[in-house]
T-cell receptor, first 114, second 115 residues
Framework: AQSVTQPDIHITVSEGASLELRCNYSYGATPYLFWYVQSPGQGLQLLLKYFSGDTLVQGIKGFEAEFKRSQSSFNLRKPSVHWSDAAEYFCAVARTGGGNKLTFGTGTQLKVEL | EAGVAQSPRYKIIEKRQSVAFWCNPISGHATLYWYQQILGQGPKLLIQFQNNGVVDDSQLPKDRFSAERLKGVDSTLKIQPAKLEDSAVYLC?????????????FGPGTRLTVT
């Protein structure tokens, strides 16, 4: 069965600083990988996704993520964080086939200091 | 394009009572999911529908949870009787089909508090 680990429960960065959120997955084949963001009281919004091809994926709101097969990682990055980026971020993996069932990590809560 | 709609947004009940949540997916989306998100955790899949058939309900506590999607559009998730540990946000998501590189679109969720 697939699994996702987000080792950082909370991260605090200053506005304008760079950001990297870590995600490691466990899956026997090449997975589908996703990053979602959840603001308080809101549903999940997709930031970006990786299915195949270029391992550096660009998403919305200036986010990007890099798939590294050798490290089983899919870390999320942003060069300059804005106060509005404060939210909870979830990494998720789906099997290639089989209904695209998503398995989520436990999330990373991002706080942005002004 | 309208997104995934869920109601109610909030619900407070006492343990042993019953509760139902409603989800209307994006028009034309054949695949519908219900997730449970306990505070401090990521969402966990409860059940997946393809049209009005169940594809995966392996993590649904069937002694108290039930779900249906009778006409392949709207879906209802029911809990009867509720337990304290059912306090969570229940998220509905939909996508065009079960395969391919489509993303899942999530609704705003229903926050359930069981007292």
């Amino acid at each position: 069965a697939q699994s996702v680990t987000q080792p950082d429960i909370h991260i605090t960065v200053s506005e304008g600083a760079s950001l990297e959120l870590r995600c490691n997955y466990s899956y026997g084949a090449t997975p589908y990988l996703f990053w979602y963001v959840q603001s308080p009281g809101q549903g999940l919004q997709l930031l970006l996704k990786y299915f195949s091809g270029d391992t550096l994926v660009q998403g919305i709101k200036g986010f990007e993520a890099e798939f590294k097969r050798s490290q089983s990682s899919f870390n999320l990055r942003k060069p300059s964080v804005h106060w509005s980026d404060a939210a909870e971020y979830f990494c998720a993996v789906a099997r290639t086939g089989g209904g695209n069932k998503l398995t989520f990590g436990t999330g990373t809560q991002l706080k942005v200091e002004l | 394009e309208a997104g995934v709609a869920q109601s109610p947004r909030y619900k407070i009940i006492e343990k042993r009572q019953s509760v139902a949540f409603w989800c209307n997916p994006i028009s034309g989306h054949a695949t519908l999911y219900w997730y449970q998100q306990i505070l401090g955790q990521g969402p966990k899949l409860l059940i997946q529908f393809q049209n009005n058939g169940v594809v995966d309900d392996s993590q649904l506590p069937k002694d108290r949870f039930s779900a249906e999607r009778l006409k392949g559009v709207d879906s209802t998730l029911k809990i009867q009787p509720a337990k304290l540990e059912d306090s969570a946000v229940y998220l509905c998501a939909s996508r065009p089909g079960p395969s391919g590189t489509y993303e899942q679109y999530f609704g705003p969720g229903t926050r359930l508090t069981v007292t």
